[in-house]
């Protein structure tokens, strides 16, 4: 069997590592959601970070308070707030230099002075001289 370029797995590797980057974010981007009450406090959406209403909770009584109008405008105002809200939050999230992960160039030149000095390029079966 012929053994893999150093150059095509550091490619594979990096892909790799791009992925797992990617799939991290999502999971951090559906763990965001925020209620935020209306200004009545009758209405709470549960909104995620894509600005997705997930859930709406309506106070017991609040439809018979309220005509069809200031009901919905209520709960727009609740869906907004809460949108708001919610983008904020995965902005902070997404930005915090906690979350950052280490510059791939930064893992790339670590792995090239390892294979520099661990490994000989193979010569993918042609005659050594």
């Excluded at 999971?27 to 406090?41: C, H, K, N, V, Y």
Aim: charged fraction near 30%.
């Amino acid at each position: 069997m012929r053994e893999i370029h150093p150059d095509v797995q550091a490619a594979l590797d990096t892909s790799r590592e791009l992925r797992h980057r990617v799939a991290d974010m999502r999971e951090r981007a559906d763990r965001i959601f925020a209620r935020r009450p209306s200004p009545s406090g009758l209405v709470i959406p549960e909104v995620d970070a894509m600005g997705r209403l997930r859930d709406l909770y309506l106070a017991p009584g609040t439809c018979a308070r309220f005509d069809n109008q200031e009901l919905a405008a209520d709960i727009m105002a609740a869906i907004k707030e809460s949108a708001a809200d919610a983008k904020q939050q995965y902005n902070i999230a997404m930005n915090d230099p906690a979350n950052l992960p280490r510059p791939l160039e930064e893992i790339m030149r670590e792995r090239q002075a390892r294979t520099e000095a661990d490994q000989q390029v193979p010569n993918f079966g042609k005659a050594e001289q």
